[in-house]
């Protein structure tokens, strides 16, 4: 379960209750980050070798378009695809497969303007942002612009509805 709610009290005369985020482990952080590089790279391949075939660009504009801008045209793709995912449902098509999600420190729902921030790094500066939170951050699961997002990524399950129970047939 990826939120557990705990009464604690503390000396309190009233029990608190707090919710329990599960932060998701780097590998699966990696394995959604791999098969949203690879949705989108296909995607555009698919978009590239439209283009092509109605519209001739000479070698060298060719040259030009993906292999010199390539990098920051690519980063700006990824940059939208994340802030219109995350900032949507907190997940991208990645995060949903490996069943993790991004939300605000409190377990709250990011909406774009967090997502905006919180892609930066992962969009433009990912070994960077990457290596800064572990060696900066180390034991948080954080990277930078996690940090300066408010944000983290935490463990979800995909769970039936109050009052619904699927049932599956046995094959």
Known sequence: MAEESVMINGGHPEPITVNKLYLAKWSTRFWAWL?????????????RDILKSVWHISQFWEYWLWNIADFTII???????WIISEGYCGQSIGKMVMN???VRRDGTKIKYGIAAIESLGKAFLLPFDCLIGWFGMPGTKLRLFNRISHTVVIKTDYQEPDGIIYVKEKE
């Not at 590089?37 to 391949?45: A, R, S």
């Not at 980063?75 to 695809?81: D, G, P, Q």
């Open 75 to 81: 980063s700006l793709i990824f940059f939208v695809y």
């Open 100 to 102: 993790v999600k991004v």
């Open 35 to 47: 098969i949203d590089f690879i949705l989108v790279f296909l995607f555009l391949n698919i978009v």
